[in-house]
């Protein structure tokens, strides 16, 4: 990226002697942001203040402001007597303050030096100063800093700003109907500005239009001219969170000096229409339940990596802090499929049985540790299968411990999680923080058959000072997982739809082949719910950004699973049904769920179960008659180091 060259901030003798800031460069831009399909989504304003030279701002906004505001400028000394007079009479006469008869100068030095609060001390100071100033300055100078310091709505401190923020134009590139109306701001900011009602707006700018018209710097059929034109100001921008992390990432790859340059486009992974329904289902789904509750939802396409919708909360105007990329937070249980992917890589499979009887484990010297599952509730031996879709915890800190925490750490490492040994056998119960943007960028290999898919929201940039473009291609997706692996880990998520602590999307899960896991911390501080389709990939977070509990039944399957379901159904509306696809290594065969090995025909119960090649029982369930049945010649299958290359 080239920067502004140094003859763009060149500036008018005059200016150089009292502007507060940098002089704003001819022809300034903001940037643009663009969705998927090229649709406006918003806009990134430069950060610092500019100052704009008088000989840089329409003529007409200078007749507009002195009509409407104080048309003896050129005659008074810093205070007009006259001026004052005829407000007293006006205010006597309606029996209240209706116009105050500060001069601009006046209105500078308030803006500029004092405080708002209507005292006598203030006003001697104010008209001291006006004095003063009319002395050192010109009139041009004064009006020149008039313009730059005065407020106009909406964080826009200046004529650059205002300009920017409501026409996307500089001061010079207005229009004299864009003038008429901005003339009329200063007056009640909060009231008057471009965003506010437009019949109010509309008002306000047509007496304006009215009093030049008086002062005869207009006529009358151009009065009526510019009092037709329509109100339009510049869109406002949608996605606060998505385009506040879009500026981030330019100023990270860039340098923030990019954000005061402005003049790019930027065409994102955004689509618009999620990242509505992003917005409106988490803000209701969250709100719904307590007006102090906060959330956040991150969507991805697995398979090449877009970031589809990314919301960071639920109100941006009452808080920009970003809960999705930003916020790290426990993922209790979310992070199991994790744990069971890697013990799946040690030779357990899903039929594998274990007990949850309480186990105690040492912490070094007499402390020691007996985790818990959920209530305290025990339920027995059970397949690892079942143990995941019920989330039992005990379960997951056997498999952990069976695997070892380094072992685990780093093949969470290739998933894209950063976890930290020193939290030990914990670890299998989400006690690492994390956010939700690199929990739900872990579980893509889960999703697509072991590649990992890198985020990505920035897909083309166009430099429109310099007419060039650059290429953000998808990062080559990096092989994390055995395909087998994916895959069955991924059959067991489903189970977690069917009759595990998300059951309450069975229905979703009978229409769409899905899977997903629920999270929650012991505490109910934080609830989560990631979950997946070929197609997408979705994670939802729900907590108080000052943690605190949210009660009992502030679970992920609870809070997060019904946000979840109805942004998915919403999303995938129109597109084909599509299962996981299974890859050729996956072995399946019929077991008996209760014992793990091969059914028999007499086994009361069957059901067809996925394995790792090379880890599928060969022997037939002895508990009914397997005993007289030969076991099953292993079938040949490829090494894992191969497979893993496919």
Not at 96 to 106: D, W
Request: proline letters at 6%.
């Amino acid at each position: 990226m080239a920067f502004f060259l140094p003859s763009s901030f060149a500036s008018s003798a005059g200016a150089q002697e009292f502007a507060s800031y940098p002089p704003l460069p001819r022809g300034f831009s903001s940037i643009k942001v663009f969705d998927n399909k090229g649709r406006y989504v918003g806009r990134i304003l430069p950060e610092k203040r500019y100052w704009v030279s008088i000989d840089q701002i329409n003529p007409f906004l200078e007749k507009a402001v002195l009509a409407i505001e104080d048309c003896r400028f050129y005659e008074h000394s810093g205070i007009d007597i006259r001026g004052i007079a005829r407000a007293v009479v006006k205010d006597v006469t309606k029996g209240k303050i209706v116009e105050g008869g500060s001069t601009i100068t006046q209105q500078l030095i308030k803006n500029k030096y004092l405080s708002a609060r209507k005292t006598f001390d203030r006003k001697i100071q104010e008209v001291s100063l006006a004095l003063e100033y009319e002395k050192k300055y010109t009139k041009k100078q004064i009006l020149e800093m008039y313009f730059n310091e005065i407020y106009y709505g909406n964080g826009a401190w200046g004529i650059a700003q205002a300009s920017l923020l409501y026409f996307d134009k500089t001061p010079a590139d207005l229009t004299e109907a864009e003038c008429a109306l901005l003339a009329g701001v200063p007056k009640a900011p909060n009231r008057y500005n471009p965003f506010c009602e437009a019949s109010v707006v509309g008002k306000r700018r047509n007496l304006v239009l009215k009093r030049m018209a008086e002062l005869n710097m207009i006529t009358a059929g151009k009065k009526r001219r510019l009092a037709a034109v329509p109100i339009t100001v510049f869109k406002r921008g949608e996605a606060p969170y998505y385009v506040t992390h879009i500026k981030n990432q330019l100023i990270e790859r860039y340098g923030k000096e990019i954000v005061d340059r402005g003049g790019l486009e930027v065409t994102t992974a955004m689509n618009i229409d999620l990242q509505r329904q992003a917005e409106r289902f988490l803000r209701e789904g969250i709100k719904k339940l307590s007006p102090d509750l906060q959330g956040a939802l991150f969507c991805m396409d697995p398979n090449t990596g877009d970031v589809l919708a990314a919301v960071g909360g639920v109100d941006f105007a009452k808080s920009a802090y970003d809960r999705a990329y930003v916020a790290r937070r426990q993922p209790g249980s979310a992070i199991k499929p994790f744990i069971y992917a890697a013990a799946l890589e040690k030779g357990y499979t899903a039929s594998s049985i274990l007990n949850d009887r309480p186990a105690t484990y040492s912490r070094g010297g007499r402390d020691s540790w007996t985790p818990r599952n959920y209530e305290g509730t025990t339920q027995g031996e059970l397949t690892v299968r079942q143990a995941l879709a019920h989330s039992n915890n005990v379960i997951a800190v056997k498999l952990l411990d069976a695997i070892g925490v380094p072992y685990f750490v780093n093949f969470a490492g290739r998933q894209g999680l950063a976890l930290r040994a020193q939290n030990d056998l914990s670890l299998a119960l989400g006690t690492e923080e994390v956010t939700l943007a690199s929990l739900v960028q872990a579980y893509t290999p889960l999703t697509n058959g072991g590649l990992r898919a890198e985020a990505r929201t920035i897909t083309h940039v166009y430099d429109r000072y310099y007419r060039t473009w650059t290429e953000n291609p998808p990062v080559v997706v990096t092989p994390v997982l055995f395909p087998a692996t994916a895959y069955v880990v991924t059959s067991m998520l489903k189970d977690v739809l069917n009759y595990g602590t998300a059951k309450t999307l069975k229905r979703f899960s009978g229409e769409r082949p899905s899977a997903g896991k629920t999270g929650t911390t012991d505490n109910y501080q934080d609830a989560w719910f990631i979950g997946y389709t070929p197609q997408l990939i979705t994670g939802i977070w729900a907590g108080y950004d000052k943690p605190k509990p949210g009660g009992k039944g502030f679970t992920g399957g609870a809070v997060c699973a019904p946000i979840w379901e109805r942004f998915m159904r919403s999303a995938l509306s129109g597109k084909p049904v599509v299962d996981f696809p299974k890859p050729e290594s996956v072995v399946s065969v019929s077991v008996d769920p209760m014992t793990g090995f091969l059914a028999t025909p007499d086994c009361p119960e069957q059901r067809e179960e996925f394995y790792l090649p090379g880890t599928q029982p060969v022997d037939y369930c002895p508990m009914h008659g397997g005993e007289s049945i030969l076991p099953l010649t292993p079938v040949e299958t490829l090494p894992m180091e191969q497979e893993n290359a496919e």
